[in-house]
């Protein structure tokens, strides 16, 4: 890798939102919101490029400014930034309506540990052994059904909901799948669309069952009505070896189990964090494959350290989450650069995978990479953010990357158009534009 670059820090503030900030895009918030979601990778690629690292940005994403850092020194102070001082659970507060109060992407500090201990459990290395066959047999299926045009983002949102109804919420028989996966469809679908998105980020209030968050919460209720239901019964029936199984096991500290709205915020926290960020990934490794015959041809050969460099390449080069973000309770100091209290920090995660001076030709898909050279710094690979918060389910992620990548060894596709696809922002994650579209034959 690369000589790391270092600017000198703290010499370039400039007056945002009233405050002393690294300078940063000067169009107005509105119009950065807009970039932020329909065209993020070239708003973040340009807000870089323009004015380096660190950037402010100002998105109605957050209320606050928000500075991004991309190098890797920085990246692991924001990182290691003590919760009492910069929650990160204070950064997704929008989606308290659905995570719920017990949520672990809520909570912070004490709390936070400890309801990530217990949600951990399920997720070790061994388990991931037990689940990698029911995995593989749903993507066999899923990918046995493909012919002619077709949207592998929309087919990946379609098997990742299927695998986590099955295998993390334990769900079981048609009905049950088929019941929640169209209450989960109807409460996702609304936050998808970018118009609704944006009208929610702009008003955000409930303004009756019509508006985009009161058709929201009827769709939210209709959903937990369904998920309780799930979880009295698997409290009264225990059955299988799923994620929900093993969380009904949970003790707390005075050995008590865990009531079912505190299991409902677990489960909805594991849908939130692993459904549509596994979609959008999949759905990349199928642009991207289509795109680059020779390295699909390789993944053919069956080399388990070939199949990982694919996975990871795929991570690094198309993230589906662009920032972890922690908003400043106190001033902090961060790489050299003062911070004052309330302004929204992140490490970006896009911008450290794409950083030239780490990865070089950081734009190219080349998983050779992994398997030339030194290992990269831990803290420039970080699609699973990184620190107390790093993902939960980064091993269960991985672990369905592999599994629907060797399923699709064999499977023929070109791309369904000769440019490749560009990201857009659908909720939280960056998705291709056009959903993958592959020929299938
Ligand atoms: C390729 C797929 C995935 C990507 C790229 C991804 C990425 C991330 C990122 C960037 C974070 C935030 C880290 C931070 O703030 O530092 C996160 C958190 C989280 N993810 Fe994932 N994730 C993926 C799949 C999954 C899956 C499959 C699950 C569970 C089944 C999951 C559950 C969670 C949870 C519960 C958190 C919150 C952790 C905490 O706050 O302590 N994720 N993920």
Redesign the pocket.
């Known amino acids: 890798m690369g000589d790391l670059a270092r600017e000198a820090p703290g010499a370039r503030l400039r007056s945002i939102g009233g405050m002393d900030l690294p300078p940063g895009p000067r169009a107005p918030a509105l119009w950065q919101t807009v970039a932020w979601m329909a065209r993020p990778a070239a708003f973040l690629r340009r807000a870089h490029d323009t004015f380096g690292d660190p950037v402010t940005i100002r998105t109605y994403w957050t209320e606050e400014p928000m500075v991004l850092f991309s190098h890797p020194d920085a990246v692991r102070e924001v990182?290691r930034l003590d919760p009492a001082v910069a929650p990160?659970g204070e950064s997704w507060e929008f989606l308290r309506p659905f995570a719920g109060p017990h949520s672990?992407?809520l909570l912070d500090g004490e709390a936070?540990l400890r309801e990530?201990r217990l949600?951990a459990a399920p997720f070790h290395g061994e388990r991931m052994r037990a689940y990698a066959p029911i995995v593989a047999e749903l993507a066999r299926r899923e990918l046995s059904t493909w012919s002619g045009r077709v949207s592998a983002l929309e087919r990946m949102r379609q098997l990742t909901l299927e695998i986590?109804l099955r295998v993390?919420f334990g769900a079981q028989g048609d009905r049950e799948i088929a019941q929640l996966r169209d209450a989960v469809e109807d409460t996702l679908d609304i936050v998808r669309s970018l118009p609704t998105m944006l009208a929610m980020a702009v008003v955000r209030r409930d303004l009756g069952r019509r508006s985009p968050w009161g058709r929201f919460r009827v769709a939210v209720e209709r959903f937990d009505a369904l998920l309780l239901d799930l979880v009295a019964r698997r409290r009264a029936e225990p059955r299988g070896d799923s994620v929900l199984a093993m969380l009904l096991e949970q003790r707390d500290a005075a050995g008590n189990p865990p009531t079912d709205r505190h299991l409902r915020d677990q489960l909805v926290?594991?849908l939130v964090?692993?459904h549509d960020?596994?979609a959008a990934?999949l759905g990349w490794a199928f642009e991207r494959l289509a795109r680059h015959p020779a390295v699909h041809e390789r993944l053919r050969e069956d080399d388990p350290a070939y199949l990982e460099a694919v996975v990871k390449e795929v991570?690094r080069v198309r993230?589906?989450?662009t920032i972890?973000p922690r908003r400043l309770l106190q001033p902090v100091r961060i790489a050299g650069t003062a911070l004052p209290a309330g302004v929204q920090v992140a490490?970006c995660?896009w911008l450290a995978l794409r950083r030239e001076d780490l990865w070089p030709e950081a734009a190219a898909f080349r998983p050779e990479r992994w398997l030339e050279g030194p290992a990269p710094n831990p803290m420039s690979w970080i699609?699973?953010?990184?620190?107390?918060?790093?993902?939960?389910?980064?091993p269960?992620?991985e672990m369905?990357?592999r599994e629907v990548l060797r399923a699709a060894a064999d499977l023929r596709i070109r791309p369904g158009h000769p440019e490749g696809e560009r990201a857009t922002r659908s909720m939280l994650v960056l998705t291709p534009h056009r959903g993958a579209e592959v020929l299938v034959g």
């Open positions: 990182f990160a672990i992407l936070h990530r949600m986590i993390v926290a594991l964090g692993g960020s596994s990934s991570l993230p589906a989450l972890a490490a995660l699609p699973f953010g990184g620190g107390m918060r790093r993902c939960v389910g980064a269960f992620a369905e990357m």
